[in-house]
């Protein structure tokens, strides 16, 4: 069992560095097989040590989204980056971008819809640049993206048009929707290929090579890695995993997790409670669609069920035999906000003991 020694304060976000490399491992090895690049949304673990890891593993480049995730990562050495996020300010992004580009081998921005297109038209004349865009397709989740086969046209053409700021390089879906209850994955990741294709095969012009097609979910991806057309998949939290992808989408085991939070318990004020001291400013305020933000690591039946500021509140079976002083690891609902409301990671090795930290390089990187 993961454990952190006394001295160490909680709470504290443990990786657990055996699992981490595999979980890097299986699906880069989905992606290799299958022939197509992995570009893992590093929105995730926001972690140059953890960006070094899927890079040497292989994979292509990074997705980001923001400018200052990219541009804290690049310590890391990735040289190809895709900002999968609408860029649309000149005044505090375009010096931003051209420094970027410069830095990298390849840099890909999004599309997203016609006035964003416009927008961003504007940050890239200002920088100087023409660089590739994958243009986004809703496929369902309804946030960015053309709606609809018509709307795929128009937008692929408004990048033609502005061929000197920009050339379209392949289309891109999130299918967060599959993280839904009773959703069976495989199905999602068919619908949003069969989408992605439509408006492929609906924009395509005579003699130009169809762009490719770049799905993105760490549910679907391994799904959509082996689907024709696909050129690249962008997952992020399956590099450490949660709640959302274990237990309630089945995308890996919960063993396989390899991010916990580990609490102490500082107070029994009643039979059936014990408060921890992770609240919402540690798990965030995500929770799976029971109400759980997280679950003990180690098979204990211990939920957290209600959070204030600085206090977890745990129930179950197992609560009343918790002890004040107590640590206990638990999975949250959901890794990403947790990975950016710590300033490190604390790295554990197979026996448990702890072999150092890791910052979170990018932490609070949203502009």
């Known amino acids: 069992m993961t454990a952190v020694p006394p001295s160490v304060a909680t709470p504290r976000v443990v990786v657990d560095a055996a699992k981490l490399r595999a979980n ?10 299958a022939g197509v690049e992995l570009w893992p949304h590093a929105k995730t673990h926001k972690s140059v040590e953890v960006a ?56 890909v921005v999004a599309v997203t819809s016609e006035p964003q297109r416009d927008a961003l038209s504007g940050v890239l004349a200002a920088a100087g640049l023409r660089l590739p865009v994958l243009m986004a397709v809703d496929t369902g989740l309804g946030r960015e993206g053309a709606r609809g086969l018509e709307a795929a046209r128009r937008l692929a053409d408004a990048i033609r048009r502005d061929g000197e700021r920009m050339w379209l390089k392949g289309l891109f ?84 997790v390899a991010l916990t939070v580990f609490a102490t318990v500082v107070d029994r004020p009643e039979p059936g409670l014990a408060l921890i001291d992770a609240g919402s400013k540690t798990f965030s305020s995500d929770k799976t669609p029971d109400g759980l933000s997280a679950v003990a690591a180690d098979g204990r ?12 509140f745990v129930t179950g079976a197992d609560a009343d035999a918790l002890r004040v002083g107590e640590r206990v690891a638990f999975v949250p609902a959901h890794v990403c906000p947790v990975v950016n409301l710590a300033d490190e990671l604390t790295v554990v090795g197979a026996d448990g003991a702890t072999t150092g930290t890791w910052r979170v390089d990018a932490r609070g990187r949203v502009r």
Request: with cysteine.
């Open 24 to 33: 890097i491992e299986r699906m880069q090895g989905v992606c290799t097989r």
């Open 52 to 107: 070094r890891r899927q890079l040497a593993a292989g994979a292509a480049g990074l997705t980001v989204a923001k400018l200052g995730e990219a541009e804290a990562l690049l310590p890391s050495g990735v040289r190809r980056v895709f900002v999968a996020y609408p860029l649309v300010d000149p005044e505090t992004q375009a010096a931003r971008l051209r420094a970027l580009a410069g830095s990298l081998d390849e840099l």
């Open 173 to 256: 879906t999130h299918e967060g929707y599959a993280y839904r209850e009773n959703v069976r994955r495989e199905e999602v990741a068919r619908e949003a290929h069969a989408a992605l294709l439509a408006a492929r095969d609906a924009l395509a012009l005579p003699g130009e090579e169809p762009p490719g097609l770049w799905p993105g979910s760490s549910v679907t991806s391994a799904a959509s890695a082996g689907m024709p057309g696909v050129a690249g998949v962008r997952p992020g939290a399956y590099v450490f995993g949660d709640l959302w992808l274990s237990r309630l989408t089945g995308c890996m085991a919960f063993d396989e």
């Open 301 to 312: 039946d211990l939920n957290v069920v209600r959070l204030s500021e600085e206090h977890g």
